[in-house]
């Protein structure tokens, strides 16, 4: 049984910064591209960033491209979400989400996903 579990999100001010870690068990995760979405409240889920399962490419959604990093570590089963530069915008259910082959920007893609870790930035 695959399962994705984000941490890491909190209150922050804008300006701020927050980390966010996503643990995946039960696939194999060095074979698997990762990606993170986000919610709002009444909005639909939207692409943040993904990144292929070797780590080396990486895309970014345009709203937070220059202020949010992706990356992983296989060795730990794990992809993050280093979050800089946070804005009221930001603010959203974040979750992370797995699938086989190439990364994509596209929620309906991946199968698996996590239950999502809250991040609220106020202004």
């Known amino acids: 049984q695959v399962q994705l579990v984000e941490s890491g999100g909190g209150l922050v001010q804008a300006g701020g910064s927050l980390r966010l870690s996503c643990a995946a068990s039960?696939?194999?995760?060095?074979?698997?591209?990762m990606g993170w979405f986000r919610q709002a409240p009444g909005k639909e889920r939207k692409f943040v960033a993904a990144?292929?399962?070797?780590?080396?490419?990486?895309y970014y959604g345009d709203s937070v491209k220059g202020r949010f990093t992706i990356s992983r570590d296989n060795a730990k089963n794990t992809v993050y979400l280093q979050m800089n530069s946070l804005k009221p915008e930001d603010t959203a259910l974040y979750y992370c989400?797995?699938?086989?082959?190439?990364?994509?920007?596209?929620?309906?893609?991946?199968?698996?996903w996590g239950q999502g870790t809250r991040v609220t930035v106020s202004s």
């Open positions: 989400a797995a699938k086989l082959r190439l990364p994509s920007g596209l929620p309906g893609e991946y199968p698996y």
């Open positions: 039960g696939l194999t995760f060095s074979s698997s591209s």
């Open positions: 990144i292929n399962w070797r780590g080396e490419s990486t």
